[in-house]
């Protein structure tokens, strides 16, 4: 960068001493010329290179090529007869494209630093508890299983466990949440996360190539790969614009002087001019430059409000959205189950509740995890065998010899009892023992206190339908649904019946429009793959979400979901905004250019103008979502 500056310094200095002594030595054409081409190849030499390079390698379709063309040929004209010297005005133009040149490349360096403040969340070193005593390894040498110290101030290598200490940790390079997080031992804590207080011992339970900070940085890096559809249109038209173009120009050139009432050499020198004019304002580069420029800084602006978008594919598509569904548990709820009440046949609650205890013992579903948290004596119970965990029903165990089944009304039908009613204001859990009928355990979750300003925000935004999927009962969704004001509920589900159900809503989506899915990404990987759009909350734990989802929110707030659309929408309307403006400006010019009226400097600004403002306007992308910070 810091070249290319001093060459436009050295170009400008020098092009305006050649037009001194153009205007004021009487040099002949050949001697200005050797003038005008020293400023000319200083400046243009790259340029001139690569449009070689292209047509060397078969891919001369690029704006350098429009460049040379215009430029060589402006150069030349003078030297026709009847025709006016152009030297100056050639290395003005190429001038101009490379200070448009430079104005990206500050562009893009300012979009990059908008998502680079990721690679300095992951830590360069870590200290290593060994039985030797503590040393400082590299963070990349970090295994599984190791056991390292965190002081206060430190970052966290990778992944891992508290072992020893209590602390908070500032979650806000990843999360954008500014509040502290309270660790102790037991918790889990991510990498990158900043150590504010006290000293922590943890055991890696990644190593650092694989943690939540890598993943992360390589979802980023690998964002600009999928192209969004008006990235991959702006590639494709470049490539058959540029030869249409050409092709264009030489009729303008050498067609019209045919029927020159001068004669075709008297016309040939003003009709070439033309041609070249319109060679350069036909240059694509202010779209090929801005619209995948608005849409990297888009990507950029989400990264910082905690929303990690894994291409500009899914910006494009988050624009559209016209339908969201969520997932309940964990989702619009927090999934933090607790046991409200126990029912049992016999009257004995606090034998029911450990039986269901020990058969859920190795369940990771958070009804399971409630259950054993209201029966700790339960973990020194008699131990259950052959315990069977069935998708979408419950738990199936041998608890002393007795066959427990922990579940819903199917699974209880499945075991030959006959189950009682449904408890309202939760989700009741049936409990058969030996296909009888023993009672139920009645848990509720909370709704998230984000949850209902979501949907509002979402429906301000347009979105004309919201549904809910979710294994839970009738009863309990309906009351979730009708709280959040959430348009339609589906329960009882399966997840092989959410993939069905997410098909037909999908099927039912108006045309064009999106439908974007919402989960917490642990179990409903299947379904975030199915979407138009998949989005994980606060699954930066999960293989799963970050595999099967398109957008990641790295905190588990909701809030995060409009926060996405608003942002894409606000990214794609100033693609558009590039879109209209420079293909307005280039139709005139190129019209006013074909009959004469557009000189060589007002081609300047068509091209290089329209590009520079065009770079501004996508730079507005770096400003969006700054107030969620």
């Not at 307005?584 to 290089?608: C, E, P, Q």
Request: glycine share 10%.
């Amino acid at each position: 960068m810091k070249k290319k500056i001093v060459r436009i310094i050295a170009a400008a200095v020098l092009l305006a001493a050649a037009m001194v002594v153009e205007h004021t030595c009487g040099l002949p054409a050949w001697a200005v010329l050797g003038v005008y081409l020293i400023p000319y190849i200083i400046i243009g030499y790259d340029v001139l290179g690569e449009a070689v390079e292209g047509i060397v390698e078969g891919k001369p379709t690029n704006e350098n090529l429009l460049m040379a063309i215009a430029t060589l040929g402006a150069l030349a004209v003078g030297f026709l007869p009847g025709g006016e010297p152009q030297a100056a005005e050639a290395v003005a133009v190429m001038l101009f494209f490379q200070i448009g040149e430079a104005f990206e490349h500050l562009a893009e360096h300012r979009s990059r630093r908008a998502i680079s403040h990721l690679l300095a969340i992951r830590p360069d070193t870590a200290t290593l508890v060994t039985p030797g005593g503590e040393r400082e390894v590299d963070a990349a040498q970090v295994r599984t299983d190791d056991v390292l110290l965190v002081r206060p101030g430190d970052r966290v290598p990778t992944d891992g466990v508290v072992l020893e200490g209590t602390s908070a940790l500032d979650t806000s390079a990843l999360t954008g949440e500014s509040l502290p997080r309270r660790v102790a031992a037991g918790d889990e804590v991510l990498s990158g996360c900043i150590n504010q207080s006290g000293v922590l011992r943890l055991r890696a339970t990644r190593p650092a190539s694989e943690s939540t900070v890598s993943r992360i940085i390589e979802l980023v890096e690998r964002a600009a790969e999928k192209k969004s559809r008006s990235e991959t249109f702006i590639r494709r038209f470049a490539r058959v614009y540029t030869p249409l173009v050409v092709a264009a120009a030489l009729v303008v050139a050498f067609v019209p002087p045919l029927w020159a009432a001068g004669g075709y050499m008297a016309a040939l020198p003003t009709w070439l001019l033309r041609a070249l004019t319109f060679l350069v304002v036909s240059c694509p580069c202010a779209l090929v430059i801005s619209v995948p420029l608005t849409f990297f800084g888009g990507i950029g602006a989400a990264s910082r409000q905690g929303i990690l978008v894994k291409g500009a594919a899914y910006i494009d598509l988050l624009a559209k959205a016209r339908t969201v569904v969520f997932d309940k548990t964990g989702t619009l709820t927090s999934g933090a189950f607790k046991v409200q009440s126990v029912a049992a046949t016999s009257g004995d609650k606090d034998s029911l509740l450990r039986l269901a205890a020990q058969a859920e013992r190795h369940s990771t579903h958070p009804v399971a995890t409630a259950i054993r948290e209201a029966c700790p004596d339960a973990e020194g119970a008699e131990e259950a065998d052959e315990i069977q965990e069935i998708a979408g029903q419950g738990v199936r165990a041998i608890v002393g010899g007795r066959t427990v089944c922990v579940g819903n009304r199917r699974l209880m039908e499945v075991a030959g009892a006959v189950a009682g009613k449904d408890a309202p204001g939760g989700t009741t859990v049936h409990v058969s023992v030996d296909g009888e009928y023993a009672g139920c355990i009645v848990i509720a979750d909370s709704v998230k206190p984000e949850a209902r300003k979501a949907v509002l925000d979402l429906l301000d935004l347009g979105v004309e339908r919201t549904a809910m999927l979710s294994g839970d009962t009738a009863t309990t969704c309906a009351e979730v649904a009708a709280d959040l004001g959430v348009g339609t509920y589906h329960a009882g589900l399966l997840p092989a019946d959410k993939v069905a159900r997410l098909a037909e809503i999908k099927n039912s989506t108006p045309d064009g429009g999106c439908l974007v899915f919402v989960g917490d990404g642990i179990n409903d990987a299947p379904v975030l793959a199915g979407a138009d759009v998949g989005v994980a909350m606060g699954a930066l734990g999960s293989d799963a979400a970050i595999e099967a989802a398109d957008v990641v929110l790295m905190n588990d707030s909701l809030e995060g979901v409009p926060r996405a659309i608003r942002t894409s929408r606000r990214t794609v309307a100033i693609a558009r905004q590039n879109l209209v403006f420079a293909i307005g400006v280039k139709v005139a010019v190129l019209l006013l250019a074909t009959v004469g009226l557009a000189s060589m400097w007002l081609a300047v600004f068509a091209d290089v103008g329209v590009m520079v403002l065009c770079v501004l306007n996508a730079m507005r992308t770096l400003l969006i979502g700054r107030r969620y910070k």
